[in-house]
T-cell receptor
Framework: DVKVTQSSRYLVKRTGEKVFLECVQDMDHENMFWYRQDPGLGLRLIYFSYDVKMKEKGDIPEGYSVSREKKERFSLILESASTNQTSMYLC???????????FGPGTRLLVL | KQEVTQIPAALSVPEGENLVLNCSFTDSAIYNLQWFRQDPGKGLTSLLLIQSSQREQTSGRLNASLDKSSGRSTLYIAASQPGDSATYLCAVGRTYKYIFGTGTRLKVLA
């Protein structure tokens, strides 16, 4: 079974802090994704990566950056956290494009 | 710009009922459509993936259909059970990106 893990289930941070969210998949998937999920807005794509060191902006990349130094690990970075980044963050991976996406359990981030 | 809509937003049914969840999308140029289940506070679990060349997919009590020309997909759940209570999301895929609907929150009453 594919397993996607996220480093934290819950995080509380202060405004202005640098925040790292990590995601690891164990099935040698090419593609990895970061989404945020907000009530009434659904899931929105922040960034995705189709190979090591490759990244593409999604629909809402402002205020975020990503890093993929190894195939199995995809990190989301909030350079200076703000209250409007309080959200549920979901990581996903897929073997190749147009294939099933597998999701991690999510990280609920609260920025105070 | 692709938009994905799921109606109704919430649904309550008695146990044992067959039910249909709807998903509509505005741009028929899609590669595939995927249905997910999400339990409260959890990540998404993939239920069914329909490629654009397919009309339907089945898994156990679940059947998903796809009509690209009309921009619609349905998820049929047979003989619903309380354990089916969750939010169901559809997502349409094109290249690397998926666009998600906001989901239908299903409650199956025992």
């Amino acid at each position: 079974d594919v397993k996607v893990t996220q480093s934290s289930r819950y995080l509380v941070k202060r405004t202005g802090e640098k925040v790292f969210l990590e995601c690891v998949q164990d099935m040698d998937h090419e593609n990895m994704f970061w989404y945020r999920q907000d009530p009434g807005l659904g899931l929105r794509l922040i960034y995705f990566s189709y190979d090591v060191k490759m990244k593409e902006k999604g629909d809402i990349p402002e205020g975020y950056s990503v890093s993929r130094e190894k195939k199995e690990r995809f990190s989301l970075i909030l350079e200076s956290a703000s209250t409007n980044q309080t959200s549920m963050y979901l990581c996903a991976s897929s073997l190749v494009s147009q294939e099933t996406q597998y999701f991690g359990p999510g990280t609920r981030l609260l920025v105070l | 710009k692709q938009e994905v809509t799921q109606i109704p937003a919430a649904l309550s049914v008695p146990e044992g009922e067959n039910l249909v969840l709807n998903c509509s999308f505005t741009d028929s140029a899609i590669y595939n459509l995927q249905w997910f289940r999400q339990d409260p506070g959890k990540g998404l679990t993939s239920l069914l993936l329909i490629q654009s060349s397919q009309r339907e997919q089945t898994s156990g009590r679940l059947n998903a259909s796809l009509d690209k020309s009309s921009g619609r997909s349905t998820l049929y759940i047979a003989a619903s059970q309380p354990g089916d209570s969750a939010t169901y999301l559809c997502a349409v895929g094109r290249t690397y990106k998926y666009i998600f609907g906001t989901g239908t929150r299903l409650k199956v009453l025992a």
